[in-house]
């Protein structure tokens, strides 16, 4: 057996600072945990590994600019691409599972803890031994010692049906091992929360990093088991139409546009010149979304980071493969009407409902036959669920985007711009249709086994702030005020970003009537609400502070803004409160004319002191006439109040 072992060495022509950090992401760690894994020292990676595993993974680390060595050594290349379904590596792999001859706990399967992974890969789960077990030692000193048994059945963690073993459970296609390893790492979880709430004291810090790196032994380094909480596709929908805008991509949809016009010197006969032109565009279209989608279904969501992917040669044939795919279909479908009408039919619906899926195993599989494989088909739709039939609408839709768009467009379909604006269109919406694909795979990536390089940290943060929001809300509910308050201070110091965080530390802190820390905190609070445009919320925050200290002050470049915010609240008062004297206090501010500015339209607008109006602005145009603020807004602001005032005098 071999394993994967990583000494922070980075491949010459890589950046270091993108490797760095793209390697830190597929961990899932922190800043903290960047200087142990960079030091020099032998971490590993994987291991349990057969020879062509570990070659496997050595080529695509390699690709991505880490170097890694597999020791003990290997003797041969094999040359085997690298995996990426995980039901596409081992097909019919069989799920080993356990029933110790005198078990401790007859209903708690032991299922033994997951490998350390660059990528999870099926993990042993319990299986029903027919015959006594015979067991065989674990080599890791870290892990459990747990006996293993060959045999022929086993049982589904999920949904309990018992089967010939196989990795993919024939019931609920569930993904055995990986739900077994699942379970037990969440109940872990569970148990340290319950610990740490019983202790009086939070993790939230080592937890904010990587919960599950506590557990390994020493030098290894594993992937967070949690399934993380990846923005939904339909919420992200104006950034799919937008995406073949950016770098490159409209760069290729330009010239792929404007090689239309090749047609009228290409050496063949009317329409066949045009024909071929437009096939050659369609492959080279349909070649780079393939392309566009492998690297949104890894995690490169935008076109900067997409960029910096290396191509893969192997990937080139996929518009072929695609077009095989839809002669046999063709042929499907054909051989199904001859033998029947309603038959034919019921083929052509199935092909018709399972083309994304089946684009998706080919992007994902890069093979022409998991291309032509219905029960791949069938396990990506599963895995996707009800999500699907939603893909399947929009795609659709984009679908007939092109006849939808060109009836706006007539006036410009003249002449020889017409054949490269139609062009344009149709790849266009090819191009979103693949985008959107790609990133399915990318949200259900766990539930699909696909590969991911990289899952974005505010999505993980998400989820793990969520923790500590649980913690804390436990330990309130057993009246434990002063144990929250410490998660909450523990939190808001590592997250100082974070305004959620912030809120609910400030809260704690007046409710346990600490107020003098609540007025400390407040004050960089109000800073970071107001320089995130929270202006609804920093006025109600002042409010809560000027109910500790009535005499409460202000940094004088924030009183501008909340003033402002103030006035869109409508809390005349409080804004008039904090423009009040402000130029006696800062006499050579920069905010000063603005500020006036604001007090003179408060007094005209919400009071009707149209008079103090114009006393304002009329002390604020002999004092600032070059001003910009007073060149723009209030001469012209007083000419209208002086006017206003002589026609009620008329």
Not at 119 to 142: E, F, R, S, W
Not at 256 to 262: E, I
């Amino acid at each position: 057996m071999h394993k994967i072992v990583f000494s922070g060495k980075i491949l010459p022509g890589h950046d270091s600072a993108k490797v760095r950090d793209k390697l830190l992401s597929m961990l899932g760690l922190g800043p903290e945990q960047a200087a142990k894994l960079f030091s020099g020292k032998s971490h590993t990676l994987k291991k349990g590994l057969s020879a062509e595993e570990a070659e496997r993974y050595q080529q695509h680390l390699a690709k991505l600019g880490i170097g890694v060595e597999v020791e003990p050594p290997l003797k041969s290349a094999s040359g085997v691409p690298f995996p990426t379904l995980i039901f596409d590596i081992e097909p019919e792999a069989p799920v080993q599972e356990t029933v110790p001859a005198k078990p401790a706990e007859p209903a708690s399967p032991v299922i033994p803890p997951p490998q350390p992974a660059l990528k999870p890969l099926p993990q042993p789960v319990q299986q029903v031994a027919a015959t006594a077990p015979v067991a065989a030692p674990v080599v890791p000193a870290a892990a459990l010692a747990i006996a293993e048994a060959v045999v022929e059945q086993v049982v589904c963690p999920k949904c309990g049906e018992l089967q010939p073993k196989r990795t993919l459970c024939r019931a609920c296609s569930t993904d055995m091992p990986r739900f077994a390893a699942a379970q037990r790492e969440v109940a872990s979880e569970s148990r340290t929360i319950r610990q740490d709430a019983a202790a009086g004291r939070t993790t939230a810090g080592r937890r904010a990093v990587n919960s599950v790196q506590a557990s390994l032994a020493p030098g290894e380094i594993r992937y967070s088991s949690e399934i993380p909480r990846i923005t939904p596709f339909w919420e992200r929908l104006p950034k799919f139409f937008l995406f073949p805008l950016q770098g490159m991509n409209l760069l290729v949809l330009v010239l792929l546009s404007l090689s239309s016009l090749l047609a009228e010197i290409f050496p063949l006969p009317f329409p066949f010149d045009h024909l071929v032109v437009q096939c050659l565009i369609l492959l080279a279209g349909v070649r780079r979304g393939f392309v566009q989608m492998d690297a949104m279904s890894r995690g490169y969501l935008t076109a900067e980071a997409q960029a910096d992917m290396p191509s893969d040669p192997q990937r080139v044939n996929l518009p072929w493969k695609l077009l095989g795919v839809m002669i046999a279909w063709g042929v499907a479908v054909n051989i199904a009407a001859s033998l029947g009408i309603v038959l034919g039919y019921l083929v052509w619906g199935f092909t018709v409902v399972t083309l994304p899926a089946a684009v998706m195993a080919l992007s994902v599989t890069n093979s022409f036959v998991s291309g032509l494989n219905p029960a791949l088909w069938v396990r990506i739709i599963r895995g996707v669920g009800k999500p699907y039939a939603v893909l399947f609408v929009f795609l659709m839709l984009l679908s007939g985007g092109t006849n939808v768009l060109l009836p706006l467009l007539a006036p410009f379909l003249r002449g020889w711009l017409a054949l490269p604006i139609i062009t344009f269109c149709f790849l266009y919406f090819l191009l979103v249709m693949f985008a959107m694909m790609g990133y399915v795979l990318y949200q259900f990536h766990w539930q699909l086994g696909v590969q991911v390089d990289c899952v974005h940290s505010e999505e993980i943060s998400e989820v793990q702030g969520d923790k500590v929001g649980e913690l804390i809300s436990s330990r309130i509910a057993g009246g434990d005020i002063e144990g929250a308050l410490e998660a909450a201070k523990e939190q808001h110091l590592a997250e100082p970003e974070d305004l959620k965080v912030q809120e609910r530390y400030h809260k704690l802190l007046l409710m346990a009537d600490k107020k003098d820390h609540a007025l400390e905190h407040g004050k960089s609070y109000l800073s970071l609400l107001l320089s995130k445009k929270h202006g609804d919320a920093a006025v109600a925050l002042f409010r809560r502070l000027r109910e500790i200290d009535p005499k409460l002050s202000l940094p004088p470049g924030e009183v501008l803004n909340l003033a402002q915010a103030a006035q869109h609240c409508r809390e005349y008062e409080m804004a008039l409160s904090l423009t009040q004297s402000f130029d006696l206090m800062h006499p050579h501010h920069a905010d000063i004319p603005e500020i006036h500015f604001l007090s003179a339209r408060i007094h005209s607008e919400a009071f009707r002191r149209d008079d103090m109006a114009r006393q304002i602005l009329g002390t604020l145009c002999e004092k600032y006439p070059k001003h910009d603020v007073v060149v723009r807004e209030a001469v012209p602001y007083l000419r209208a109040l002086e006017a206003i005032s002589q026609g009620t005098a008329g």
